[in-house]
């Protein structure tokens, strides 16, 4: 049972233009959301974060919004640079230090 | 700061044997780490919970006596993958919890496994 989805495998965007990267989930109990960003053969590098008490979050290029009543959250990414190419997880948890995580979506920015 | 180290990064092995999987928190010490398994165009799946001087705590389905998990310091958990089959390759990937701010958990960079 996937508790976070990630239901687009891929993503292609132009230099300069929005980047919009979706994530649902199922447990109404998760109180905490992470954005995770890898690269090929290296571990995720954390991006940004968003609590449940919030509906967004900002930092510099990056923004997440969330959704609870749709249990929804999107990672948008203005503008889009050739070095943001990766794949991008998202994360929830329920209190605990215990991430589920998305499948990820591998954004490719076009130059 | 916060950097995990995982080693090896790229490891081929013989089914049947058994080979050993190292996360150092560099420049802080953990008394918590994960681990984590990641097949291709997957999600990565916890494993375990590995605390420092006692048992880690497995994930439903995760076989403690296949995944042997050591926490034996603050800074060192090791993973063994013991008498490894073909279905064992994967990337494995490591994590620390460093106890404080947005993001608590600093990721090793994963070591790749594959049993010939």
């Known amino acids: 049972d996937q508790q976070v989805k990630q239901n687009s495998p891929s993503l292609s965007v132009q230099e300069g233009r929005i980047s919009i990267l979706n994530c649902d989930y199922t447990?109404?109990?998760?109180?905490?959301f992470l954005w995770y960003k890898k690269y090929p053969a290296e571990g995720p590098t954390f991006l940004i974060s968003i609590s449940s008490i919030k509906d967004k979050n900002e930092d510099g290029r990056f923004t997440v919004f969330l959704n609870k009543s749709a249990k929804h959250l999107s990672l948008h990414i203005v503008p889009s640079q050739p070095g943001d190419s990766a794949v991008y997880f998202c994360?929830?948890?329920?209190?605990?230090?215990?991430?589920?995580f998305g499948t990820g979506t591998r954004l490719k920015v076009l130059a | 700061g916060a950097v995990v180290s995982q080693h090896p990064s790229w490891v081929i092995c013989k089914s049947g044997t058994s080979v050993k999987i190292e996360c150092r928190s560099l420049?802080?010490?953990?008394?918590?780490m994960f681990w984590y398994r990641q097949f291709p165009k997957q999600s990565l799946m916890l494993m375990a919970t590995?605390?420092?001087?006692?048992?880690?705590?497995?994930e439903q389905g995760v076989e403690k006596d296949k995944f042997l998990i050591n926490h034996a310091s603050l800074t060192l958990s090791t993973l063994t993958v013991t008498s490894a089959h073909p279905e064992d390759s994967s990337f494995y990937i490591c994590s620390a919890f460093k106890g404080s701010g947005a993001n608590v958990l600093t990721f090793g960079a994963g070591s790749r496994l594959t049993v010939l």
């Open positions: 590995s605390n420092e001087g006692s048992k880690a705590t497995y």
């Open positions: 447990n109404s109990m998760f109180d905490y």
């Open positions: 420049d802080f010490q953990a008394t918590t």
């Open positions: 994360a929830a948890t329920a209190g605990t230090y215990k991430y589920i």
